[in-house]
């Protein structure tokens, strides 16, 4: 993996979905974001560490 992108929407429903709770393994190291900002959104990309 060289590259994640998130994309951030506010949108709350009930408790949520904890997509990154249960992270094992490997600890990855990130680069500090690029912060792009949309209209509704707010889209996030990290470059890997190696």
């Known amino acids: 993996m060289d590259e994640v992108y998130i994309s951030l929407v506010p949108v709350l429903h009930g408790k949520g979905i904890p997509y990154f709770a249960d992270l094992t393994g ?25």
Request: without cysteine.
């Open 26 to 50: 490997v600890p990855h190291r990130f680069d500090d974001p690029i912060v792009i900002q949309g209209k509704g959104a707010t889209h996030l990309r990290y470059r890997v560490r190696r």
